[in-house]
């Protein structure tokens, strides 16, 4: 099996999503960064991958995908089994939904508030850590009496949402609250192949 070439930035939470999943399916992979604070995925060539200029991207052998959630369908119907990403119509939209949920109530909670405290983004901080706490009570909710999002195994769907979730302390949003949440992310990070994403350098953030 040829490396998997992935375009990543260390401190994003959408690019880690993609390098834990290709990890826990024991894709091999080849890790190409892009330095986003020196704008490098605004260059032609990065451009020429995703007009959207954004991390991640995945070429798999002359296959590129753009877009985290997209890339973990991708792999998991490639390199996966039907636990990663379920074939029945109930399960393919349980996995839809926490994607949805990835891309909307996570993307504009704990990430937008990390955000605003490793990148110096202009979001409102007190309404984006509110959100991620509104959100977090509805997981931890979810989450009890289950040991992942859609229940006994893990899938992409908790690929998804694991890396902003578990770095929201880094955006002022405690997770201290929610204990079902904090044993969901200890199960993903006991799974093999599990790999951490970097945490925000002291000093870095603003």
Do not use: C
Not at 42 to 64: H, M, R, S, W
Not at 188 to 198: H, N
């Amino acid at each position: 099996m040829s490396a998997v070439k992935l375009y990543t930035f260390p401190l994003s939470g959408h690019a880690h999503r993609v390098r834990l999943a290709l990890s826990l399916l024991n894709v091999p992979t080849e890790l190409v960064e892009v330095d986003l604070r020196k704008g490098a995925q605004k260059q032609a060539d990065f451009l020429a991958l995703n007009p959207f200029g954004q991390v991640p991207v995945i070429d798999d052998g002359g296959t590129v995908v753009a877009d985290s959630n997209a890339i973990l369908v991708y792999l998991a119907r490639k390199y996966g089994n039907s636990d990663w990403l379920p074939s029945d119509a109930a399960g393919e939209a349980a996995v839809q939904r926490w994607l949805s949920v990835a891309a909307g109530l996570v993307a504009f909670g704990p990430a937008a508030a990390r955000l605003v405290t490793v990148f110096g983004a202009g979001f409102n901080a007190t309404e984006v850590i509110n959100r991620a706490h509104g959100l977090l009570k509805v997981m931890d909710a979810e989450l009890n009496g289950r040991d992942f999002l859609l229940g006994a195994k893990p899938s992409i769907a908790d690929i998804a949402n694991y890396s902003y979730i578990a770095h929201a302390p880094e955006g002022n949003v405690s997770l201290d609250a929610y204990p079902h949440v904090r044993a969901w992310l200890a199960r993903i990070e006991a799974l093999p192949g599990f790999v951490g994403m970097q945490k925000t350098p002291v000093g870095l953030a603003a």
